[in-house]
Nanobody, 117 residues
C-alpha cells in the first residue's frame, strides 16, 4: 500500500497562494488517479482536484480556475497549486491515491490550510 506525505500547508491571507506537495512511497505512474480532498470542521470530506494516470484532470466548480493539480512521475509527487485563496478554502487538505479495480483509496495524514480575511 502506498504511503503519502503532504506538505506545504500554512496560513495565508485571502487572495494569496499556496502550493501543496504529496510525496508517495511508491511509483505513482501506474496508479489510477491521484487526488486532493479537503475537510473543514463539521463538514464532509470533499474532492477538490483529481488527476488520472493519463493526465486528465477534474475540479469542482468551487475551485475551478483557482486550483491546479499536477504530477511529477519521476519524483512520485503530486502538487496542488492554489491561487486566489478564500476564507472558505480553510480546511485540512488530504492527498489520496486511488488504485486497483475497486478504486481503493490510500490517504495522507493531512495538512492544514488557513486563509484569513
Amino acid at each position: 500500500q502506498v504511503q503519502l506525505v503532504e506538505s506545504g500547508g500554512g496560513l495565508v491571507q485571502a487572495g494569496g497562494s499556496l502550493r501543496l506537495s504529496c510525496a508517495a512511497s511508491l511509483s505513482i505512474s501506474s496508479i489510477n488517479a491521484m487526488g486532493w480532498y479537503r475537510q473543514a470542521p463539521g463538514e464532509l470530506r470533499e474532492l477538490v482536484a483529481r488527476i488520472t494516470s493519463g493526465g486528465s484532470t477534474y475540479y469542482p466548480e468551487s475551485v475551478k480556475g483557482r486550483f491546479t493539480i499536477s504530477r511529477d512521475n519521476a519524483k512520485n509527487t503530486v502538487y496542488l497549486q492554489m491561487n486566489s485563496l478564500k476564507p472558505e478554502d480553510t480546511a485540512v487538505y488530504y492527498c489520496a491515491a486511488m488504485y486497483g479495480s475497486n478504486w481503493s483509496h490510500s490517504w495522507g495524514q493531512g495538512t492544514q490550510v488557513t486563509v484569513s480575511s
